[in-house]
């Protein structure tokens, strides 16, 4: 009965490699996101999806590219990883449109690259 | 300037202690506001939000002050249990969609 689910938890990887992250959602949410917390666990939004469409791109490099199958999922490709791509991935959903609306954080990804 | 300024903390304080923590945030226009809780290693959840009238939720109480930009998080009769991080969160968005900013957060560690 999880309601948002990450997959890996763990990801450990070289330099220069491309890997996926994974998030599903089953609270019937309209709108995910993607957040980076690094190693001074300051938390900063990277990507927000309504209904698969983009709404918030924020200063992302563009070697990361997040991609929405459905409502349900918002999956995230980073290609070339570099050092400072090392830090914890959260995904997270809220439902409606209320700016007063809690957000639900899967349990997230910690990404060393090595 | 960060948008969200919070002391990092952290704060010791005894079980049954009483403490606050402050936030300062510089959109005034920011439309909604939240403390949200973080334990070790694991995902933030929601605490509660914080209303223009202030609001309290048992021994928690939470209040905000827009002429100052500036939002408290107060817990009384700490619990062991409340040793954590409080992250400040201010919604940047003034649409229905929410683009949270994060503070740094607080860190409490409650001991016996």
């Known amino acids: 009965d999880t309601a948002v689910s990450q997959t890996p938890k763990y990801l450990v990887t070289q330099m220069g490699n491309d890997k996926s992250i994974k998030c599903e959602q089953n609270?019937?949410?309209?709108?995910m996101y993607w957040y980076k917390q690094d190693s001074k666990k300051f938390l900063k939004i990277m990507f927000s999806?309504?209904?698969?469409?983009?709404?918030i791109n924020e200063t992302v490099p563009n070697r990361f590219s997040p991609k929405s199958p459905d409502k349900a999922h918002l999956n995230l490709h980073i290609n070339s990883l570099e050092l400072g791509d090392s830090a914890v991935y959260f995904c997270?959903?809220?439902?409606?449109?209320?700016?007063?609306?809690?957000?639900?954080f899967g349990p997230g990804t910690r990404l060393t690259v090595l | 300037r960060k948008e969200v300024e919070q002391d990092p903390g952290p704060f010791n304080v005894p079980e049954g202690a009483t403490v606050a923590f402050n936030c300062t945030y510089s959109n005034s226009a920011s439309q909604s506001f939240f403390w949200y809780r973080q334990d070790c290693r694991k995902e933030p959840k929601l605490l509660m939000s914080v209303y223009s009238s202030g609001n309290e939720d048992g021994r928690f109480t939470a209040q905000l002050n827009r002429a100052s930009q500036y939002i408290s998080l107060l817990i009384r009769d700490s619990k062991l249990s409340d040793s954590a991080t409080y992250l400040c969160v201010v919604n940047a968005m003034n649409t229905g969609f929410q683009k949270l900013v994060f503070g740094t957060g607080t860190r409490l560690l409650v001991s016996p």
């Open positions: 997270a959903s809220t439902g409606g449109l209320s700016s007063y609306n809690e957000q639900f």
């Open positions: 999806y309504n209904n698969k469409e983009l709404i």
């Open positions: 609270l019937g949410h309209d709108t």
